[in-house]
């Protein structure tokens, strides 16, 4: 198992009202699958995310990344660089670098110098290998997303995450993206945890799950 | 492509002037006070000597004189006593320094109208400033009678005639005002001894002298340069405002780049960035601008002070100021200075930016807000 969480819940107060979004998530996803998870806008799907990925911290629960109980750690910076990675609904992609440069953004702040070899075999596997040296203004929607996997899985991350990852595509660089995930998941053995209101890219998931009034109910 | 992730336009620029003219008006400034105390120091010394022992006897300080000539350090001995120095009904109050005339011309680096060579039984050398108020020449014959109205077995002051064998020139501390040199033993006083000596050279490797208090040049005229001590720290804190108000402007222009660049920060802490490393982007970009900024105006004040030491470029009229062109000295301990409280202020206020920097916070970018 690479990721596990037990009884997650998370309150938010805004004023005097107190808002509990997530009210005990429960699940575990072995390597090498994908967990799609969906839910009504607002029912707290990037809030999980958020916890998931070291972003935020529950108000309890226990959340366990590749071994890592999340509660003994004290470096979450640390913690994400080496074992998440993360893919947006937007690229956010670093303008004034370069595509190589933004690739390399988490083995630098690994402190690593880039395995040149791997990071060509990369490019090649997402044929970007002709937009090494472009910057992000040069590319297209569906490149730069491309860019932003590759920069999430570049530090080879125990789990992805991803937030609507397609929410920003046209339909046929959504169904490329989907087909993407799948490829990696199974040339890579990479785990994903992706929320998605596409009913394309749930469909892919090893395990579906809808967030419904603040628990996970598995489809 | 644009590649300066932390480009700041015209804020940087007017933060770079400000430290670079900070920078440079502060050495050179530092530089022309310099100058002027060292001229100074150089024009006391010819007249006081490097120190000076106030209790002097050629008798029993035979040991002391045998030390300075084996040492190769210089001495003069001298009586001084104030006198009243008067030519037909014009009368002034003058400091006369008796001296041994063989010790003169060596040791005593005057400033003469004529040259001469030696001072004599009979002679007296006075100050320019003196001889213009009492309208002395060269030449001229006048009286001279102690202050003290010591007087002869007929009751009446000693009154020695004596000739002005030549003028000096020497305007530090007022001194051809009222500085009038003679020979000892010359005037009335045929037992008086010399009660004082002035030594030049280094005296470090035969101090402590035995039962003696020596005095620099510079304590001997303690007030003077205190103040021009005072005078150049109150330049370089006043002329550091400068760099303060440029630190402001700098910490704006990293508190403005900041704000603009939120959204790359928040990437760049999701990917495992810790908030210190962040900030320590900032600072070093501070860093990097502030001293870029001051060590150009150091290097511009440098260059400044050897074109002007070469080839004289700010002349100066020398009956007001000494000198015929604006002297500049360098000081490495002011360029230290300068160096060490500009980063010490720049460190203060590139910080203040990076309390933003901790606020920063990657779920926005998750929750897509940024």
Request: glycine content about 6%; charged content about 20%.
């Amino acid at each position: 198992m690479i990721l596990s969480a037990r009884n997650i819940k998370k309150t938010f107060k805004d004023g005097d009202k107190t808002l509990q979004v997530l009210k005990g998530v429960n699940f575990d996803l072995d390597k090498g699958n994908i967990l799609t998870i969906k839910g009504a806008s607002g029912s707290g799907k990037s809030t999980l995310l958020s916890l998931l990925g070291t972003l935020d911290q529950p108000d309890s629960g226990e959340i366990v990344i590749n071994n890592n109980n999340l509660k003994t750690i004290n470096n979450y910076d640390s913690i994400r660089n080496k074992h998440i990675g993360f893919v947006f609904q937007f690229h956010n992609l670093i303008a004034e670098l370069n595509i190589v440069e933004n690739v390399t953004i988490p083995t630098l702040i690994a402190g690593k110098n880039s395995d040149s070899d791997y990071l060509n075999k990369l490019f090649e596997y997402f044929d970007l290998s002709d937009r090494k040296k472009s910057f992000p203004l040069d590319l297209s929607g569906g490149e730069k997303q491309r860019v932003s996997v590759m920069r999430a899985i570049i530090n080879k991350p125990s789990i992805v995450i991803a937030d609507e990852p397609t929410g920003n595509l046209d339909e046929k660089n959504a169904i490329k993206m989907i087909d993407l995930f799948q490829k990696l998941k199974n040339d890579f053995n990479l785990t994903f945890v992706i929320a998605t209101h596409d009913e394309k890219v749930f469909s892919i998931g090893d395990k579906k799950m809808n967030l419904y009034d603040g628990t996970l109910i598995e489809l | 492509m644009p590649r300066n992730m932390l480009e700041g336009g015209m804020i940087n620029i007017i933060s770079f002037v400000g430290l670079f003219i900070g920078a440079a008006s502060i050495i050179l400034s530092v530089a022309v006070l310099n100058g002027f105390q060292g001229i100074l120091e150089n024009e006391t010394k010819k007249i006081y000597g490097d120190y000076a022992i106030n209790t002097f006897d050629y008798a029993s300080d035979k040991e002391l004189v045998d030390i300075f000539e084996k040492n190769g350090i210089q001495y003069a001995p001298y009586y001084e006593e104030e006198f009243f120095i008067s030519k037909n009904k014009k009368q002034s109050l003058v400091n006369v320094k008796s001296v041994d005339s063989s010790k003169f011309k060596n040791f005593y680096d005057l400033e003469l109208f004529s040259d001469s060579q030696d001072l004599n039984h009979g002679e007296i050398i006075i100050g320019k400033s003196l001889a213009d108020r009492m309208d002395f020449s060269i030449g001229d014959s006048i009286s001279i009678y102690s202050t003290n109205l010591n007087m002869s077995y007929l009751a009446m002051p000693y009154i020695q005639q004596l000739v002005i064998k030549d003028i000096f020139k020497n305007r530090i501390l007022r001194s051809d005002e009222f500085l009038v040199f003679a020979v000892s033993k010359d005037y009335h006083f045929p037992d008086k001894k010399f009660t004082d000596i002035e030594i030049i050279g280094n005296i470090d490797n035969i101090i402590p002298l035995p039962n003696k208090k020596i005095v620099s040049w510079k304590e001997r005229n303690k007030q003077l340069f205190d103040a021009t001590e005072i005078e150049k720290k109150i330049t370089f804190f006043t002329l550091f405002l400068i760099i303060v108000v440029a630190s402001f402007n700098l910490s704006s222009s990293v508190m403005q780049i900041a704000t603009k660049k939120t959204r790359e920060m928040a990437i760049l802490s999701t990917f495992g960035m810790s908030k210190n490393n962040i900030s320590g982007i900032f600072l070093v970009y501070g860093y990097l601008l502030a001293v870029t900024a001051i060590l150009s105006g150091i290097l511009f004040a440098l260059l400044v002070i050897f074109l002007q030491n070469t080839f004289g470029i700010f002349m100066l009229n020398p009956d007001f100021y000494l000198v015929s062109k604006l002297p500049m000295v360098v000081s490495f301990n002011d360029i230290a200075l300068l160096l060490f409280y500009s980063i010490v202020i720049i460190g203060l206020f590139a910080t203040l930016p990076l309390m933003l920097i901790k606020k920063i916070s990657p779920i926005q970018l998750i929750n897509k807000n940024i």
